[in-house]
């Protein structure tokens, strides 16, 4: 694998040595990129012995090779250790004044940041903004660690351990092109279904998790169609940027069961993350229902929708896997497990993916936690951490039935 480490200004750097030693040690073609400023602390001949490859800072070097953007193109991997301050803020602002910052633009591959600071620059809100936008484009962030730093302050801030960072590196190398060749079909947001022109009814759902159910699986080289319904803006931009996702727009539970019967029937695997509203008003005003009309009380009457996953199983290709989300807010984890089990068997999908909801929990947050079962009923794995992990754990599991 092509792995490109960079190294910005901070005194972490040397911890990174060891990250190149390890990631030559596991036979990756290792390309070192520092910024100007991380050479003050750990210099060219040290990146270039241990890398076996040559190291510049600049796009002005070896121009006939359009090394500014070649490297990132070829990347299957870029990891940023130590992060500094400054060049998360420059990656948040996408700014390319460096061969380490074309070569992130340039790249559709994972990219990692382990930042490193101190607690103050860590905890500013510019630093915790920059940290939010990354993390919104799919950036992995591992650490920092709380601990010792430089100068005798204690507190969090202090990079991860570089044997720690390998690791992280490792798994998502491991399954790095894993989804190669396979059709995906995702399914992200709440519907929203028309009373009258200006008002409906929606859900909670932001989106976030389906959409990194698509990005995790085309970083993972699947060809993916993101079927979103209502979806935050910044939760559906970087999956709208990746080359390998096509994002189809659907509004109400109607319109998403059509866009998914058009897409389905090409797709390998289908996972419906989408929030689909059970109901719809039976007769949807065209004019915007005033209260003089309505005098003090407004009666609504809803018919159920179309169940799409019903339909989905009835008419599935051979070949092909079917997964389920289903947010439940039973709190005890046995009755929850026993309400997954009932959904998994009426449904009739290859996999569940069940996770507990609440007032603050699940929707719109940035964390989540998902069990998996199988069509066997089985627990087949869980997952809980930010979105994109979590989404990460679900191809997994995807595999593991689809691969026994
Ligand atoms: C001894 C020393 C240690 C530093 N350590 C850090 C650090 O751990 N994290 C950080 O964000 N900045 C640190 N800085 C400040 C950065 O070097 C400075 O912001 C620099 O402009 C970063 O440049 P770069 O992001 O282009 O590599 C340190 C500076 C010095 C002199």
Redesign the pocket.
């Known amino acids: 694998m092509y792995v490109i480490v960079g190294v910005?200004?901070?005194?972490?750097a040397y911890k990174s040595v060891q990250l190149v030693r390890l990631l030559v040690l596991d036979s990756h073609e290792v390309h070192v990129v520092p910024?100007?400023?991380?050479l003050?602390?750990v210099g060219i001949p040290t990146w270039e012995a241990l890398s076996r490859n040559p190291v510049t800072t600049s796009v002005h070097d070896d121009v006939a090779k359009v090394r500014h953007v070649a490297l990132g193109q070829a990347a299957d991997l870029i990891v940023v250790a130590?992060a500094?301050?400054?060049?998360l803020a420059?990656m948040a602002a996408g700014l390319a004044d460096?061969l380490l910052g074309t070569s992130l633009l340039a790249t559709t591959a994972p990219v990692v940041v382990a930042p490193?600071?101190?607690t103050e620059?860590w905890r500013h809100p510019a630093t915790a903004h920059n940290i939010e936008v990354l993390r919104g484009r799919g950036v992995h962030v591992v650490g920092p660690e709380d601990g010792p730093l430089?100068g005798g302050d204690v507190g969090p801030?202090r990079?991860t351990e570089p044997e720690r960072i390998h690791a992280f590196v490792a798994g998502l190398l491991g399954r790095a092109r894993d989804l190669a060749g396979v059709r995906v079909v995702v399914t992200a947001g709440g519907t929203r279904e028309p009373i009258d022109p200006v008002r409906y009814i929606g859900n909670r759902s932001s989106g976030r998790q389906g959409a990194a159910v698509a990005l995790a699986a085309a970083d993972r080289g699947a060809t993916v169609t993101l079927i979103a319904a209502h979806v935050e803006t910044d939760a559906v931009l970087p999956a709208s940027a990746h080359p390998g996702i096509d994002v189809v727009r659907a509004e109400t539970a109607e319109q998403l069961a059509k866009a998914v019967a058009a897409h389905a029937v090409e797709a390998d695997v289908v996972v419906m993350a989408a929030a689909v509203a059970d109901y719809r008003v039976a007769e949807a005003s065209d004019r915007k229902l005033t209260k003089e009309e309505t005098g003090g009380q407004l009666t609504l009457s809803l018919v159920a929708t179309t169940d799409i996953l019903a339909g989905l199983v009835a008419a599935r290709p051979d070949g092909q896997t079917i997964v389920g989300f289903a947010a439940e807010t039973e709190t005890d984890a046995a009755k929850l497990r026993e309400r997954a089990r009932r959904k998994r068997r009426r449904k009739g999908v290859d996999l569940l993916a069940v996770n507990e909801v609440g007032w603050e929990k699940g929707f719109e947050s940035a964390d989540n936690e998902l069990m998996f079962l199988g069509s066997a009923d089985e627990v087949i794995g869980s997952a809980s951490g930010t979105k994109r992990e979590v989404a990460d754990a679900l191809w997994d599991a995807v595999r593991s039935i689809r691969l026994p």
């Open positions: 910005t200004g901070g005194i972490a910024t100007e400023d991380a003050r602390f130590p500094t301050a400054n060049f420059k460096d490193a600071m101190h620059m430089t801030g990079m």
